[in-house]
């Protein structure tokens, strides 16, 4: 028989709060039996909500203190009782397989590598997430916030923990990879994307094929995606932006007139093609890769829809042995 | 009387070639009588186009070598024979009032620093360009290519000037002025956003309001967005990638299946208001800002109708006689 296996959720620091979570949760539990949650929180809230459901299933761990937007890790590790902390906790402690949380990236980074250390071998840890394209495999980029600046290394580590990624959970044999810049040729880019090119190129990265504008990154073709956080964060976020504005813009124009509401009805297929590939909630869980356990990241704003695919994200993690590859590849030594 | 206005025209370094570019520039001097234009380029080619059209508007001028995409000031300096290095000159010179070249963008700021001169009281000249928003108008974001990273001083110039910009051209009284970041709060972003947080908000900075996620960028009311080049070239490539994707999705869509063929006859003037509120060939040129001169950037891959965007605002800024007023801003050394 299988082992069962225990996800730590921290139910807590969420912006629609610990019920919306709970119904992911319920609908998590529901669907794989084989699953337990430790879920950390304010412990009246969600055993009123758990009192009936999934028994066996679910221990609730008193822990409502949040760990606030912005911490350092001196501070983190003075909040021993946040949800967050203890959550952490949990997977060092063996209790769990996994840890997700929509709460502070900050926190998340800043504990996990505290209380997790990072994998032997990496320089950083990153939040990699999967971004749509025109083609049905999604673009990998990583870092996409954990690191306002990076070294070469880290660009290094980040490329092979991506890659591993692409082959486990999206079956790419041969991942290609880029460096996220302002032009494709080499030489273009700051300062932190030059020297990472040359290492790149001086350690002849399999896969490496140069640098990638934003604008090309999402034509399907361009697998793995690699940049800081900071950069990261403007590129993820201004494709999530445009989507939005495009889908608020047709929306708008569809109700021009009772013609274009006729045509809403007999394209109404057409649009939901675009409306569901664009569909960030499909992607809700982005994973710290790059420390010893298995963190998920899921969106702040995590409705029951994209806290649910949160979840799966996790189980895909723990069911792939992702950390164990990840580990593999890094104490490899070879970047090939 | 007026005096007439010349417009320098780069008419080489263009991905179409100096063909298309040519239809823009005569349908500008047949519907603006009271402008002139000095073509710098291949003179046989730029001959046999303009042989029986706007004789007495149109000067050609022999300089067929090509500013490669990347150069050096010094190679630059070299290249006195360039369409851009005379384009440029000719400013100098006084014989043109503006100059417009859809070629090399590091040869672009390269050659105008170091041809015109920075304005006094600036410390960088950067690119400035709209972009499109949920409402009329746009957003203008500086800088989108011309520094990989700028210190705090030099986004207080970019701020100033695009103030300018923002009243004069687009009637905007009181601009609100962001920063990009990946976060709101202050204190996110990376090195150079924090810097300039704390300059702008020690000098009272009229109109700042703080930090702005590349998310929240599009929704019209972020008039300004102040960034380094870097970070400001992968958030207009990314918007302009996902709006790109969007369309081809749903004109995908649209064909699926006979409903959707119909649907979209229906809908159409729907799908065009996004593609018209999408459509960047509207804002076809960017503006260097912070030299001493009218340089206008137009998209490398610059058709007909992008080039002769373009050129619209070239006069825009001949006419709303924008650079005086920068200077002014920018010499007043108050930043209220």
Do not use: W
């Not at 040729?185 to 990265?205: D, I, P, T």
């Not at 569809?254 to 590939?277: D, E, P």
């Not at 809700?284 to 409705?303: Q, W």
């Amino acid at each position: 028989m299988e082992k069962r296996k225990t996800i730590a959720i921290d139910m807590m620091g969420s912006d629609l709060g610990p019920v919306e979570l709970s119904k992911s949760v319920i609908r998590f539990i529901n669907e794989n039996k084989d699953y337990d949650v430790l879920l950390f929180g304010d412990s009246k809230t969600l055993i009123s909500i758990f009192r009936d459901i999934g028994k066996s299933q679910v221990t609730i761990i008193e822990s409502s203190s949040v760990i606030p937007m912005e911490i350092k890790p001196l501070e983190f590790l003075r909040m021993k009782d946040s949800s967050m902390y203890m959550g952490i906790s949990s997977i060092k402690e063996g209790r769990a397989d996994a840890f997700i949380s929509a709460g502070s990236t900050g926190g998340i980074v800043t504990g996990s590598v505290s209380l997790l250390r990072l994998i032997e071998g990496t320089t950083k840890a990153g939040i990699v997430t999967c971004i749509p394209t025109l083609k049905d495999n999604p673009a990998i980029v990583m870092d996409i916030g954990a690191n306002n600046s990076c070294l070469p290394e880290d660009f290094l580590s980040f490329a092979k923990m991506s890659k591993v990624l692409a082959k486990s959970i999206y079956k790419i044999d041969n991942p290609s990879i880029y460096l996220l810049s302002n032009g494709t040729e080499e030489g273009k880019g700051n300062e932190e994307v030059v020297n990472a090119y040359k290492l790149f190129k001086e350690k002849q990265v399999e896969g490496f094929k140069g640098n990638c504008e934003a604008r090309d990154a999402l034509d399907g073709d361009h697998h793995i995606i690699i940049t800081s956080g900071f950069s990261g964060n403007i590129f993820l976020k201004s494709v999530e932006g445009t989507a939005k504005l495009f889908s608020t813009l047709l929306k708008k124009g569809f109700k021009k007139n009772i013609f274009t509401k006729i045509g809403y009805l007999f394209s109404k297929s057409a649009v939901n093609v675009v409306r569901n590939q664009f569909d960030y909630k499909k992607y809700g869980g982005a994973i710290l890769l790059g420390v010893n356990g298995i963190v998920i990241k899921a969106h702040g704003n995590s409705d029951e829809k994209s806290f649910y695919s949160a979840l799966k994200v996790t189980k895909d993690m723990i069911e792939s042995k992702l950390l164990d590859k990840v580990k593999e590849e890094i104490s490899n030594g070879t970047d090939k």
